[in-house]
């Protein structure tokens, strides 16, 4: 018996802490040019776009290829909002800055961050280290957050320097109640095997 109870406090503790990675690429279906669709892969988007003049990264990230991700427009603030799978650790995405046009000369003086909102609460913010090559940024924030605002970094005449994005990753954070049923569940089937009713 009180093998089982230790089963079950542990389990209590790390049973689902975080779910699988889920990774919205843009691609699944792929989006057409315009204002990206509000309830895109199950998420709420806002000020994003998707780019008609993206210049093509290499590899998968070439605009052709993958319909051409999202970029903010200037003055606005875009953000991701999770309300609707829950909680989230988010991970990370593929950032770089968004040409309006080719010929067009990059330059940022000053850099863009994330910020990661819990309701009302700010949870944490980061900066976006970011160049003309995507390059993925692992995004850390102190705990779970359900809505994600980014700022975009200027240059050197304070005009917004837009930017895309690719591969955003997160991982659901499951509620409490669910940990608890979960772990009950766990317990019960660890129980009735060992009473051999199962």
Not at 31 to 49: E, H, M
Not at 87 to 115: C, M, N, Q
């Amino acid at each position: 018996m009180k093998n089982v109870f230790l089963i079950c406090s542990l389990l209590a503790l790390t049973a689902g802490s975080v779910s699988a990675s889920v990774t919205v690429d843009f691609e699944n279906p792929p989006l057409p040019l315009g204002t990206i669709l509000t309830d895109y892969a199950g998420l709420s988007w806002g000020n994003f776009q998707i780019a008609a003049t993206q210049s093509p990264a290499s590899g998968s990230y070439a605009a052709k290829s993958i319909g051409m991700p999202p970029f903010s427009y200037p003055a606005d603030t875009p953000y991701v909002d999770f309300s609707s799978v829950g909680p989230v650790k988010v991970e990370g995405a593929h950032f770089w800055y968004t040409l309006w046009r080719a010929g067009d000369i990059i330059s940022a003086d000053s850099p863009g961050s994330v910020t990661g909102y819990l309701g009302t609460g700010v949870v944490g913010s980061q900066i976006l280290p970011m160049s003309g090559t995507p390059s993925f940024i692992s995004i850390s924030f102190p705990g779970a957050v359900d809505r994600i605002e980014f700022t975009r970094p200027t240059d050197w005449n304070g005009r917004d320097v837009n930017i895309s994005m690719d591969d955003l990753t997160y991982s659901v954070i499951p509620t409490p109640g669910a940990l608890l049923l979960s772990s009950i569940g766990m317990c019960l089937l660890g129980w009735m095997r060992r009473r051999k009713i199962l």
